[in-house]
């Protein structure tokens, strides 16, 4: 007999025939992910699940679900799974690293440059008629080339990053819990610094941690009070990284110039008071999101499911000690 699947939402059509070929598929094609209590009861007898990060893999889920195998997020976050219980379940969980470095850099690398240069306030300035004519001081934003830029995490996506900053011949300074070896830091020219001297030395800061415990609200008033007047603060992370309260706060009192931020605290709920900001470019969780990289993501999920439903390990392995 096949194994089941729930695919818990709408996927690109080659992974999803993939799965046909493979397994039993019941197929959410949605855009709207499941309610919680639906989510649990379609997942009542699966082997496994294509899951995306819209779908709360709690302690209190996964133990109710004592046949399910694997989890397959659609994503390199899994921060919508509790790994602990998951693991203590023997549940497989997989991601999909890599196939989306080079998307979710350039998406940081154009939200830097975009509350740097202004661009989403301008095109608003333009479209509202206000345009008269060329003015010296009319919408200047600050330089990108030859500035600092300060890389909180360098795992693959910082490290991309970091070669885009390389291409703007930009000091490049970074932190992070684990330090790059020598060899590495040299081959992208990157100095590791502590916290405090990357917040008061870079004009541009962008966040490249993954969501734990010891990363929530890493960016609070007190950081953001030890940044430039004129930083800009890019966030492609996970929202609960940042205080959007103080964020707001900081962006509207002049702490830092702008911000361009892809992730919120609680999506797709934006803090108000940062939709009422000019110097601040907003976007709804699309770092990720060209066509090829998406498609590709869906097809890594779908493999790395049949991959633990066959019995052999996936390659995107994320509890490794079931590997
Ligand atoms: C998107 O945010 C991802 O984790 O892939």
Known sequence: MKHSVLVTKRIYPEAFAYLREHVDVEYHDSETSYSPDELLQRLKGKDGTVSQLTDHFTAEVINALPKLRVIANVAVGFDNIDLEAATKRNVIVTNTPGVLTETTADFAFALLMAAARRIAEADRFLRAGRWREWNVDLLCGHDVYGSTLGLIGMGRIGQSVARRGRGFQMRLLYHD??????????????????LETLLRESDYISLHVPLLPETEKLIGAGELSQMKKTAVLVNTSRGPVVDEQALAEALANGTIAAAG??????????????????????????????????????????ENAVAALEGRRPENLVNTSLG
């Open 177 to 194: 819990a684990t330090r790059q070896d020598s060899q590495s830091e040299k081959e992208l020219g990157i100095e590791f610094v502590p």
């Open 261 to 302: 931020l892809d992730v919120f605290e609680r999506e797709p709920e934006v803090e108000p008071k940062l939709l009422k900001l000019e110097n601040v470019v907003l976007a709804p969780h699309i770092a990720s999101a060209s066509t090829e990289t998406r498609k590709k993501m869906c097809r890594m999920a779908a």
